[in-house]
């Protein structure tokens, strides 16, 4: 839903984005671990969205409208990246799963540079 561009919400979502990013590095559940991390790609993420007045309420949507703009600011590798990282957190969220541990490690190497380039983005445009 297209909504007026702001740099507040935008920010507020960064701010939530390393929050995540804080918690995902200090927690010791693995199943946690999942859960910030992949919040902190999504409010990474948002924060664009939000700057170029995007709002959308739902995740698997959200994730899908990425998709449309390749070599804007989402990758198709990120988009993949995040859509996986959205099922991990659901089967960890609210299932017994698996452990998750290839997960853990490309949400420890991602999240990071996510944040990065997503805070450039906004602060930039």
């Known amino acids: ?5 702001n740099d507040t ?3 507020a979502y960064l701010k939530k984005a390393e929050d995540a990013t804080d918690t995902m ?31 959308s309420e739902n995740h698997t949507c959200t994730i899908a409208l990425l998709q449309h703009f390749p070599g804007n600011f989402f990758t198709p590798d990120e ?10 957190r659901t089967e960890t969220q ?18 990071p540079h996510f944040l990065v380039k997503y805070r450039e983005i906004v602060e930039k445009r």
């Open 1 to 5: 839903m297209p909504v007026e561009p």
């Open 9 to 11: 919400p935008a920010g």
């Open 25 to 55: 590095h200090s927690v010791a559940s693995n199943d946690w671990k999942i859960s910030t991390g992949y919040y902190s790609l999504y409010f990474s993420l948002y924060a664009v969205l939000m700057k170029i007045g995007i709002k």
């Open 79 to 88: 988009c993949e990246m995040l859509e996986k990282a959205r099922q991990a």
């Open 94 to 111: 609210y299932y017994v799963a698996t452990l998750q541990m290839p997960m853990l490690g490309t949400l420890a190497r991602q999240v």
